[in-house]
């Protein structure tokens, strides 16, 4: 963009449905703020430990849209370690969040 922009020719290119910007923490930040559970950080390690060891089988990384109802969340979760132990010889299916 020119830099002679009017102020004026600059509101008009501002996303109107924005009402405030908050700025990211660096992910260094998070990490020192979060804790997991002994059974979230065995999650995790198993999930790299099994896309590590992929071999031929196809890796599948599903998830829902949004975690905004816990109990859903976990009956998705539930249903998805079904079909992942259903499948474990052709996929390795890992649950995003």
């Known amino acids: 963009l020119p830099c002679s922009l009017s102020t004026g020719a600059m509101s008009a290119l501002e996303n109107s449905r924005v009402s405030k910007l ?3 923490l660096p992910a260094s930040c998070v990490l020192e703020q ?13 999930g790299r430990t099994a896309v ?13 849209c949004a975690l905004h109802d816990p109990e859903a969340t976990l009956e998705y979760a539930r249903k998805l370690g079904e079909a992942a132990k ?4 052709e ?6 969040c």
Do not use: F, K, N, W
Not at 86 to 89: K, L, P, R, T, V
């Open 91 to 96: 996929l390795v299916v890992l649950m995003r």
């Open 22 to 24: 908050r700025p990211l």
């Open 34 to 46: 979060s804790t997991y559970s002994p059974e979230a950080a065995a999650a995790v390690l198993a």
């Open 52 to 64: 590590r060891s992929l071999g031929d089988r196809l890796l599948v990384v599903a998830g829902p």
């Open 86 to 89: 259903a499948h474990a010889s």
